[in-house]
């Protein structure tokens, strides 16, 4: 079997509450106006580069319980090849946003990659957590993500086998974590002393990357916000799919914007998931002051 990009880590059964006005307190019920049952974590960037047009698996385990079979359906139905192991119960996480901020509660049993599917699937590229990098054969391009826990343990001390991935992408305080620095220019800098390239992500203010000495910023357009939920995980797909198509850095990181703020207009990150079609009719109808070439500073 081929496919082009593997995505691993965890997935989840994403069951998110829109419509609060407020959190619950403690022996409250308040209710929500509507439930979206959808793919979570690193799911959603495999969906979104379906929907871009590459052929992606996910080699997470999924349950055989009712959230798994509900995830596996939805996955297949997207093009999404299922490629982990089934186990006993799958990951679930409960999202409820309340204006533009969203609080979680997660249900996750430890897991780890078998590196063996890597082999089989024979990718062309592979998006991973820090700690999976070194499972990723020579061969295949490794872009690297970080969830808070390795960010945490990683702290000020990258491991040094992070060199061998192509890309590192991190939000902005994952990176601050990881350098010390609040500064996403600044922080995205010190990361590209130790991998090719390093993405740092800011949310409604756009991206920055850093390579060999320069660093990129790109701001975001504006659009109207319903759900940030997924919108950094289809910025690593919408980047992973510009650099697999040959796009210099300015350019694709341009693109993983575009594609990242498209998203937030929909509620949950894999309704916002835009198609290959729609993300090119993004990038022409957009304002020529957005999409100028990416702003660049040596030595920042």
Same mark, same amino acid.
């Given at each position: 079997?081929?496919?082009?990009?593997?995505?691993?880590?965890?997935?989840?059964?994403?069951?998110?509450?829109?419509?609060?006005?407020?959190?619950?307190?403690?022996?409250?019920?308040?209710?929500?106006?509507?439930?979206? =049952?959808?793919?979570?974590?690193?799911?959603?960037?495999?969906?979104?580069?379906?929907?871009?047009?590459?052929?992606?698996?996910?080699?997470?385990?999924?349950?055989?319980?009712?959230?798994?079979?509900?995830?596996?359906? *939805?996955?297949?139905?997207?093009?999404?090849?299922?490629?982990?192991?089934?186990?006993?119960?799958? &990951?679930?996480?409960?999202?409820? &946003?309340?204006?533009?901020?969203?609080?979680?509660?997660? *249900?996750?049993?430890?897991?780890?990659?078998? &590196?063996?599917?890597?082999?089989?699937?024979?990718?062309?590229?592979?998006?991973?957590?820090?700690? =999976?990098?070194?499972?990723?054969?020579?061969?295949?391009?490794? *872009?690297?993500?970080?969830?808070?826990?390795?960010?945490?343990?990683?702290?000020?001390?990258?491991?040094?086998?992070?060199?061998?991935?192509?890309?590192?992408?991190?939000?902005?305080?994952?990176?601050?974590?990881?350098?010390?620095?609040?500064?996403?220019?600044?922080?995205?800098?010190?990361?590209?002393?130790?991998?090719?390239?390093?993405?740092?992500?800011?949310?409604?203010?756009?991206?920055?990357?850093?390579?060999?000495?320069?660093?990129?910023?790109?701001?975001?357009?504006?659009?109207?916000?319903?759900?940030?939920?997924?919108?950094?995980?289809?910025?690593?797909?919408? *980047?992973?799919?510009?650099?697999?198509?040959?796009?210099?850095?300015?350019?694709?990181?341009?693109?993983?914007?575009?594609?990242?703020?498209?998203?937030?207009?929909?509620?949950?990150?894999?309704?916002?998931?835009?198609?290959?079609?729609?993300?090119?009719?993004?990038?022409?109808?957009?304002?020529?002051?957005?999409? =100028?070439?990416?702003?660049?500073?040596?030595?920042?």
């Amino acid at each position: 079997m081929n496919v082009d990009v593997v995505c691993a880590g965890s997935v989840f059964l994403d069951l998110t509450f829109e419509g609060l006005e407020a959190m619950p307190e403690p022996g409250r019920e308040h209710y929500a106006r509507e439930l979206h =049952q959808t793919p979570g974590g690193t799911a959603i960037t495999a969906v979104g580069l379906a929907r871009l047009g590459l052929r992606a698996a996910i080699v997470a385990p999924i349950g055989r319980d009712i959230a798994g079979r509900t995830l596996r359906e *939805y996955l297949e139905n997207e093009g999404v090849t299922c490629a982990g192991a089934t186990s006993d119960h799958t &990951p679930v996480t409960v999202v409820l &946003p309340v204006e533009r901020e969203r609080a979680f509660v997660t *249900y996750e049993s430890p897991t780890a990659l078998d &590196p063996s599917l890597l082999e089989r699937l024979r990718p062309r590229a592979a998006i991973v957590g820090l700690d =999976q990098l070194n499972l990723v054969p020579a061969e295949v391009r490794a *872009y690297v993500v970080v969830d808070d826990r390795e960010a945490e343990r990683h702290a000020h001390s990258l491991p040094g086998h992070i060199g061998r991935a192509r890309a590192l992408l991190v939000n902005r305080f994952e990176a601050e974590r990881l350098t010390g620095d609040a500064d996403p220019e600044v922080a995205a800098s010190r990361l590209a002393e130790d991998v090719p390239v390093a993405v740092v992500t800011c949310g409604g203010d756009g991206a920055v990357a850093a390579s060999d000495g320069i660093t990129f910023g790109v701001p975001a357009p504006a659009v109207e916000v319903r759900d940030t939920t997924g919108a950094g995980d289809l910025l690593a797909a919408a *980047y992973m799919w510009g650099d697999l198509g040959g796009l210099p850095l300015g350019e694709r990181l341009r693109t993983a914007v575009v594609y990242a703020a498209l998203s937030v207009r929909a509620a949950t990150g894999v309704a916002g998931a835009a198609t290959r079609d729609e993300l090119e009719r993004a990038l022409a109808e957009l304002d020529p002051a957005i999409m =100028q070439t990416a702003s660049a500073k040596e030595g920042a």
